[in-house]
Every structure is written in structure tokens, then in C-alpha cells.
T-cell receptor, first 118, second 116 residues
Framework: IAGITQAPTSQILAAGRRMTLRCTQDMRHNAMYWYRQDLGLGLRLIHYSNTAGTTGKGEVPDGYSVSRANTDDFPLTLASAVPSQTSVYFC?????????????????FGPGTRLTVT | AQKVTQAQTEISVVEKEDVTLDCVYETRDTTYYLFWYKQPPSGELVFLIRRNSFDEQNEISGRYSWNFQKSTSSFNFTITASQVVDSAVYFCALSEAGQAGTALIFGKGTTLSVSS
């Protein structure tokens, strides 16, 4: 079934530990995104990737890093987790990013990862 | 600056009532896209609609309708004859040309509670 998978579903992590959230899509979408959702704040962009091999910073990138070695995978790493990174993390993908054009097809979201940093 | 404002934090209605969720956006781009997403209690994000800045036609899909008015920078969402299954958090979002890989800028969401 085509879509986006995220792992783990939920995680409790001790502060200071390193953690990688996994995201895989099988729709061959060019663009991928990581958002965090916090109560009362909506969803905020952490990092994005327009195509394999490129990444960029979003609104709240501090403390996070990403890589995009291939089209399908877009892992998000917390190098040293802090309690303020407790959140629900959503990965999303979108097809059709074109050079010099704007074709924002709807973003497809994964089911989310609930992360608690203690 | 780009911004999406959903002034209604929470709305409670009784089944069969009509309800309108407000969305006001700010952008300097002439080309942009507006979206509504639904997040039911199960937590997933469900795409509802995309509207581009060139098309101000209102849209109706079953009990859902959307009113896009560029003059007031609003993109409001109306549910007619609400049902308990409509209970969810609804997000309005904006996507601009050239902004961070066309990522979405979300409002803070409106929590809709529909009671029977």
C-alpha cells in the first residue's frame, strides 16, 4: 500500500541521548518534510528536502539534523535530546517540485511519532 | 511575513448545527495555495482541500464548503449539518511559491467538538 511510514510510533527518551526518527515513502515523491506538532502551536517545519541529496532548514531546525541519501528515506536525528523536543513528529512528502515553477500538490503525511524526552 | 491565523481555538456545537471555521492568512506572494487538513482523535492528518490564489470560486463537497475571499485574505470552512464524526482539530495552511521547498505554514488549529 503506497504511503508514508514512520518509526517508531512512540518513544520515551532520556535527555542527552541520541535518537533517529525514521521516515520512508514509496510514492517516489521528490520533496519530503519534517514537522513537529505542539499543543496550541500547530505544526512547524523543522527541515525539508526538495530532492534526494539536498536538505534545508525550516522554522525550528535547532537540535535536529536530516539527511536524504535516496528518494524514499528522510531520517530525522536528535543528536542530544532535550525535554523541549517532546512533541509529535510528522513526516510528509509531496510530488512534483519543479525547477522555477510552483506546483504544490498536496502533502501526504505519515502517522506521526510521539516522542517524550525525560 | 507569512502567517496563518485561526482565531477560534475551540468550537462546540450540537449535531446538525452548521459551523464555520475561520482562517485568515498573510502573504506577500501573488501565487500561493491554501489548504485545510483534518486531524481526528486518532492523530493522522487528512487532506481536505487545496485552493490556489488564482481561483476564488467557492467549493462544495458534500457537507463541506469553502469560501475563499482574497479581498479579506480569508479561507473559511463551513460544515453543514455537523455530525459527531466531524469532531477533530482542523488546520488551515498556506504554501507560497519559493518558500522553503513549498512547505506548509500552518495555523494553530481549531478544535471542533460535536455532541449528539
Amino acid at each position: 500500500i503506497a504511503g508514508i511510514t514512520q518509526a517508531p510510533t512512540s518513544q520515551i527518551l532520556a535527555a542527552g541521548r541520541r535518537m533517529t526518527l525514521r521516515c520512508t515513502q514509496d510514492m517516489r515523491h521528490n520533496a519530503m518534510y519534517w514537522y513537529r506538532q505542539d499543543l496550541g502551536l500547530g505544526l512547524r517545519l523543522i527541515h525539508y528536502s526538495n530532492t534526494a541529496g539536498t536538505t534545508g532548514k525550516g522554522e525550528v531546525p535547532d537540535g535536529y539534523s536530516v539527511s536524504r541519501a535516496n528518494t524514499d528515506d528522510f531520517p530525522l536525528t536528535l543528536a542530544s535530546a532535550v525535554p523541549s523536543q517532546t512533541s509529535v513528529y510528522f513526516c510528509a512528502s509531496r510530488r512534483g517540485y519543479l525547477q522555477g515553477a510552483h506546483k504544490p500538490y498536496e502533502q501526504y503525511f505519515g502517522p506521526g511519532t510521539r516522542l517524550t524526552v525525560t | 511575513a507569512q502567517k496563518v491565523t485561526q482565531a477560534q481555538t475551540e468550537i462546540s456545537v450540537v449535531e446538525k448545527e452548521d459551523v464555520t471555521l475561520d482562517c485568515v492568512y498573510e502573504t506577500r506572494d501573488t501565487t500561493y495555495y491554501l489548504f485545510w487538513y483534518k486531524q481526528p482523535p486518532s492523530g493522522e492528518l487528512v487532506f481536505l482541500i487545496r485552493r490556489n490564489s488564482f481561483d476564488e470560486q467557492n467549493e462544495i463537497s458534500g457537507r463541506y464548503s469553502w469560501n475563499f475571499q482574497k479581498s479579506t485574505s480569508s479561507f473559511n470552512f463551513t460544515i453543514t449539518a455537523s455530525q459527531v464524526v466531524d469532531s477533530a482539530v482542523y488546520f488551515c495552511a498556506l504554501s507560497e511559491a519559493g518558500q522553503a521547498g513549498t512547505a506548509l505554514i500552518f495555523g494553530k488549529g481549531t478544535t471542533l467538538s460535536v455532541s449528539s
